[in-house]
């Protein structure tokens, strides 16, 4: 079966620190894969999407990047945090069935 | 540009007491909308998919139904434990099948 890991599940960082989120898929092949950040009692806003190996479209433009160094995995960078980008990110993947996508269980990051 | 927009953003009702979530959409073209459910801080999780105007799905307390321009999600005689928010997308032909979501409302159910 299908699974998605997301790590960490909580991170503080200080502002201008750098920033990486890790994103893997078990069991399929050559998925698209989604980057999504919620704000505090908003809905999910797109950041990034991949349909393949080293291929990223960016959605929303910003302090962060991705970056998709093999097939099942997805990273989120940034080089210098801002306090903005405080939230809950979360990373998904579309088994191109009826359900739409499937989500990692997110990570909370707190910049101070 | 595709927009969701749900209504109510927050909905507090008594045990057994029913009611309706709404959620409006605007697209290009739609492929599907989603209901998803999500509990505070873990990801939403799948409850339906509609395709196209007069289709209705059920699970449980839960009844999703689709018109050309909105969807409704209707809560049958709910429970505490159904307490979360409920999250509407729509996935649009082309585009790599990404959802763009609404705010989504956060229900909550008093014993």
């Known amino acids: 079966s299908q699974t998605i890991h997301q790590w960490p599940a909580t991170l503080v960082q200080p502002v201008g620190s750098p920033l990486s989120l890790e994103c893997t898929v078990e069991?399929?092949?050559?998925?698209?894969l989604y980057w999504y950040r919620q704000a505090a009692g908003r809905g999910l806003q797109l950041l990034f999407y991949?349909?393949?190996?080293?291929?990223i479209s960016s959605e929303v433009p910003q302090n962060l990047s991705a970056s998709r160094p093999q097939d099942r995995q997805f990273i989120l960078s940034s080089k210098k945090l801002l306090l903005s980008d405080s939230g809950f990110y979360l990373c998904?993947?579309?088994?191109?069935?009826?359900?739409?996508?499937?989500f990692g269980q997110g990570t909370r990051l707190t910049v101070v | 540009e595709d927009q969701v927009t749900q209504s109510p953003e927050a909905l507090r009702l008594q045990e057994g007491e029913s009611s309706s979530l709404n959620c409006s959409y605007t697209?290009?073209?739609?492929?599907?909308l989603f209901w998803y459910r999500q509990d505070p801080g873990k990801g939403p999780e799948f409850l339906f998919t509609?395709?196209?105007a007069g289709e209705e799905k059920e699970k449980e307390r839960l009844k999703a139904t689709l018109t050309k321009k909105e969807s409704f999600l209707h809560i049958t005689a709910p429970k505490p434990e159904d307490s979360a928010t409920y999250l509407c997308?729509?996935?649009?032909?082309?585009?790599?099948?990404?959802?763009?979501f609404g705010q989504g409302t956060r229900l909550t159910i008093n014993p």
């Open positions: 997308a729509v996935q649009v032909w082309g585009g790599a099948q990404k959802l763009v």
């Open positions: 697209v290009s073209g739609l492929r599907g």
């Open positions: 991949s349909v393949g190996i080293g291929q």
């Open positions: 998904a993947w579309n088994p191109e069935t009826e359900r739409g996508a499937f």
């Open positions: 509609l395709y196209s």
């Open positions: 069991g399929t092949s050559n998925p698209n």
